[in-house]
């Protein structure tokens, strides 16, 4: 298969995941690609945000965004656009954007060894959207949607570039009521491992060439209420604030080696990481 343009700014979208105005949890709606390429000009495979029940599945090909992005006049530049509570499992082949390469904000993502996503690498910027991407220069963000749909996302494998590698976020302010859990494994990151979101980003055996940095909250829990004519319960006893070193908070790891700046050298054990070398 193969949908380009000698101009790609004739092709909005390559492929349109469903469409708006469909039932929104209608019949399973699936594509695979297995090769070829795909070349949109704002997106080369994009979902939609009121249909969900989706399957996409990359088993090779090259799948590619190449607008300049442009927040004043939205205009995105996203290779794969999830903003549906659907499944996305990568297995191989090039997923590319000179912006953002793949962004998740509902639903569950897999990337396996051989796939090989690429985002830009310009500084990585979040803007609350409610109606397209959030995160620049990532390759790959996770952003909750604002119909907050939990979302799942394991990488197992593949090398994954970008100003950030990996950028988990939360830029419509939800509560953490769904929650968003990303799980590293054996990838190669090149690029910043950025979470300032309420999820939180594990690593175990991973290479990564950039910063690691943690900021604003971690996990939620419902309010708790107290049932009328009961006493309030007894506050538990202020416990010392054990700050989190700079540039890691939860973003945690095992077995993995960093080979970036001199402050991740002296917070390396706290974080669980070690420093140049396999533990």
């Known amino acids: 298969i193969a949908v380009t343009d000698t101009d790609p700014e004739n092709i909005y979208c390559a492929v349109k995941l469903t469409i708006k105005g469909e039932d929104k949890d209608g019949e399973l709606a699936s594509l695979t690609v297995n090769g070829g390429t795909l070349i949109g000009n704002q997106y080369g495979i994009c979902g939609n945000g009121t249909r969900h029940n989706t399957k996409l599945t990359i088993n090779g090909g090259t799948i590619e965004s190449r607008a300049t992005y442009d927040a004043e006049n939205n205009i995105d530049s996203i290779a794969i656009y999830q903003p549906q509570d659907g499944t996305l499992i990568i297995t ?3 997923i590319k954007s000179n912006n953002t390469a793949i962004e998740i904000r509902s639903g569950s993502l897999t990337v396996n060894e051989g796939a090989v996503i690429e985002g ?7 803007n609350p959207n409610g109606n397209g991407g959030t995160t620049t220069n990532t390759g790959i963000a996770i952003a909750q949607h604002t119909t907050a749909k939990a979302i799942d996302v394991n990488i ?4 994954i570039t970008g100003g950030a590698a990996v950028y988990e976020s939360n830029p419509q302010g939800k509560d953490g009521q769904s929650p968003v859990t990303v799980n590293v494994k054996k990838a190669e990151l090149n690029g910043d491992v950025k979470s300032s979101g309420f999820g939180g980003i594990t690593m175990d055996d991973v290479k990564i060439d950039g910063n690691v940095e943690k900021t604003g909250e971690t996990g939620s829990k419902p309010a708790e209420t107290q049932a009328p004519g009961q006493p309030a319960p007894e506050a538990e006893p202020a416990q010392p604030e054990q700050p989190a070193p700079q540039g890691v908070g939860a973003v945690t790891g095992q077995n993995s080696y960093i080979s970036i700046c001199s402050f991740l050298q002296e917070h390396c054990l706290t974080a669980g990481v070690a420093f140049l070398g396999y533990v």
């Open 120 to 126: 830009g690498t310009g500084v990585p910027e979040l």
């Open 92 to 94: 191989g082949g090039i």
């Open 156 to 159: 197992t494998g593949g090398t």
